[in-house]
């Protein structure tokens, strides 16, 4: 029988791995993905204490989080491959200018 503290745990880990995901990798499209498994980590742990208090909000929040994820991650990808199309690398060590030209 999965209980509160089983969905909740499997959150937490969720979460974490994307926070080491962030924190040790080099590779944006890697960070990326991080970041999107920080986001169901949470999404998971909104719609446990949604189902354990018998209430929707929580729910309809992750399906707008969700869809909200959908867009950024249309965005976001075109933003990796212009940056990959200008520097032929994703490693973030890269790109450390915000100018596109030479400096003097």
């Given at each position: 029988?999965?209980?509160?503290?089983?969905?909740?745990?499997?959150?937490?880990?969720?979460?974490?791995?994307?926070?080491?995901?962030?924190?040790?990798?080099?590779?944006?499209?890697?960070?990326?993905?991080?970041?999107?498994?920080?986001?169901?980590?949470?999404?998971?742990?909104?719609?446990t204490f949604a189902r354990y208090h018998f209430n929707l909000d929580?729910?309809?929040?992750?399906?707008?989080?969700?869809?909200?994820?959908?867009?950024?991650?249309?965005?976001?990808?075109?933003?990796?491959?212009?940056?990959?199309?200008?520097?032929?690398?994703?490693?973030?060590?890269?790109?450390?200018?915000?100018?596109?030209?030479?400096?003097?």
């Amino acid at each position: 029988m999965l209980t509160l503290t089983s969905y909740a745990f499997v959150s937490m880990i969720l979460f974490s791995i994307g926070v080491v995901g962030v924190i040790a990798r080099k590779n944006i499209f890697v960070i990326y993905m991080s970041i999107e498994l920080m986001l169901n980590g949470v999404n998971l742990f909104l719609v446990t204490f949604a189902r354990y208090h018998f209430n929707l909000d929580p729910q309809i929040i992750t399906i707008m989080v969700i869809s909200i994820a959908a867009a950024e991650a249309a965005i976001f990808l075109s933003v990796i491959i212009l940056l990959y199309r200008s520097k032929k690398s994703l490693n973030t060590d890269i790109f450390t200018t915000l100018t596109q030209g030479e400096k003097s």
